[in-house]
T-cell receptor, first 114, second 115 residues
Framework: QQQVKQSPQSLIVQKGGISIINCAYE??????FPWYQQFPGKGPALLIA?????SEKKEGRFTISFNKSAKQFSLHIMDSQPGDSATYFC?????????????FGIGTKLQVIP | SQTIHQWPATLVQPVGSPLSLECTVE??????LYWYRQAAGRGLQLLFY??????ISSEVPQNLSASRPQDRQFILSSKKLLLSDSGFYLC??????????????FGEGSRLTVL
């Protein structure tokens, strides 16, 4: 019930195209859904996040779409650039016992080709 | 501003040798601290978390242990490394519940290769 399923595991997109990564969850206790971006040899960093009371959040070229009834959420990267090439992790979390329980997806390696 | 430091960045160790990875956080007090391991194709696996000094919880049984001797220091250890301990280890911190975002802040990671 703690699992977060992420697809695809790898993605190749041409420069200027749209990158789409999908995630699904089971546990309805999750109340925070972040996306992390990780460059090779670095730690992940928060990219964008959403709470389940909204269906969409946009920050620049990055948009999260959230479907609470389907328990699915996705990341859209518009006008993808070579600098967006990285691994993206979706996650779902909630607070319990004084700490944040975070479950990560398996990650999607995105390559944007010129 | 808050910063997180993790070291060493890379290390190569023989099977059976001990391990010590260290993580320190600056600019915040009483953070929640986490150790994750990242293996190819397996995402981020939570190993340990701590909500305070001396308070350690383990998520999975393994060959590793963790300690929190000071408020902003978190140490990952092993007495005898196994080949399967190879991976990219990430320390992270998060805030206590504030009704806020619940974001985790990660260090730069430590790449461990066990030969």
């Amino acid at each position: 019930q703690q699992q977060v399923k992420q697809s695809p595991q790898s993605l190749i997109v041409q420069k200027g195209g749209i990158s789409i990564i999908n995630c699904a969850y089971e546990n309805t206790a999750f109340d925070y859904f972040p996306w992390y971006q990780q460059f090779p040899g670095k730690g992940p960093a928060l990219l964008i996040a959403i709470r389940p009371d909204v269906s969409e959040k946009k920050e620049g070229r990055f948009t999260i779409s959230f479907n609470k009834s389907a328990k699915q959420f996705s990341l859209h990267i518009m006008d993808s650039q070579p600098g967006d090439s990285a691994t993206y992790f979706c996650a779902a979390s909630y607070y319990s016992g004084g700490y944040q329980k975070v479950t990560f997806g398996i990650g999607t390696k995105l390559q944007v080709i010129p | 501003s808050q910063t997180i430091h993790q070291w060493p960045a890379t290390l190569v160790q023989p099977v059976g040798s001990p391990l010590s990875l260290e993580c320190t956080v600056e600019g915040t007090s009483n953070p929640n601290l986490y150790w994750y391991r990242q293996a190819a194709g397996r995402g981020l696996q939570l190993l340990f978390y701590s909500v305070g000094i001396g308070q350690i919880s383990s998520e999975v049984p393994q060959n590793l242990s963790a300690s929190r001797p000071q408020d902003r220091q978190f140490i990952l250890s092993s007495k005898k490394l196994l080949l399967s301990d190879s991976g990219f280890y990430l320390c992270a911190w998060g805030k206590e519940w504030t009704g806020g975002t619940g974001e985790l802040f990660f260090g730069e990671g430590s790449r461990l290769t066990v030969l």
